[in-house]
């Protein structure tokens, strides 16, 4: 399967799991509440009322588009593992095995094995040659590319945050959403999932710094942003504490940079005369 095919795949299968969440997740919380206060009518049909119907088949259309995500995940997995295969060097083909098969027995363990699998395949899309290339070979990041992406991860990121928190707020008594649990909770959704495409961004971003690092010889500060990027996505389940260190570490690599740049505009120092 080439890259790009494995890359659409697995894009595909991030956008319906997101889709999923939004409409399970607010469709559940407003069916159990709508139940609450029409239990206190036991006249009332519950089978019969409208409301209940919709959200139903909302839940259940989510959770056939769960499913569908999780398949265009694994599809995507099995391909990126096969195509890294085909590769002269093993290393990316034993990353992504070994990954993959770890992060599937974790997700189970409170989804601890999500982060994994989905940095590896990350990793993967940005750093790893298609083996189904006539020449493969690893793309070659600049350093402006990893920074304007890194910024665009981040802004949505935190656009997204702040459109959950708004939604939180504005769901208080006397307030736009109050008594509105579906569209509230829908709108909380989509900043929760737009929070974690920027994220996914932000990801894909650093380790096209680690790549840009390895591609300059840099040994000592590869192995440092390496460990950083696995650090951060350890850190990442624990409220996002991941992404913190990320935006500091990706400052840190905008401003070492750019003297590296500065030096190599200047070129080598000039040399007097005897």
């Not at 609450?36 to 409208?50: A, K, Q």
């Not at 590769?87 to 363990?109: H, N």
Request: glycine share 12%; with cysteine.
């Amino acid at each position: 399967m080439p890259k790009r095919t494995i890359a659409y795949c697995w894009i595909l299968g991030l956008a319906a799991l997101g889709l999923a969440l939004v409409l399970v997740l607010p469709s559940a919380v407003a069916l159990a509440a709508h139940e609450e206060r029409i239990s206190e009518r036991p006249s009332y049909p519950l089978m019969g009322d409208g409301y209940a119907i919709t959200m139903v088949v909302l839940i259940l259309l989510g959770a056939m588009l769960a499913v569908g995500g999780v398949a265009a995940q694994l599809v995507a997995w099995v391909g990126a593992v096969l195509n890294a295969h085909r590769l002269t060097d093993q290393q990316w083909f034993a990353l992504m095995l070994w990954c993959g098969i770890v992060g599937i027995a974790l997700t189970p363990v409170f989804g601890v094995g999500t982060p994994i699998i989905g940095t590896a395949m990350v990793a993967y899309l940005v750093a790893a040659p298609d083996s189904t290339a006539a020449d493969p070979q690893a793309p070659t990041p600049e350093r402006r590319t990893v920074l304007r992406w890194a910024g665009r991860g981040f802004a949505l990121a935190g656009a997204g945050l702040v459109l959950s928190l708004l939604i939180g707020l504005l769901r208080g008594p006397g307030r736009l959403f109050h008594n509105l649990t579906w569209p509230s909770l829908a709108l909380q959704s989509v900043g929760l999932d737009l929070a974690v495409i920027g994220g996914v961004i932000v990801g894909a971003a650093w380790w096209g710094a680690v790549l840009y690092t390895h591609q300059r010889g840099d040994r000592p500060a590869y192995q440092r942003r390496l460990w950083i990027g696995i650090l951060a996505t350890l850190l990442m389940p624990f409220f996002g504490l991941g992404g913190l260190v990320l935006l500091v570490a990706v400052i840190v690599f905008e401003r070492s940079t750019a003297k590296e740049v500065q030096r190599t505009a200047a070129g080598p120092p000039a040399t007097r005369a005897p």
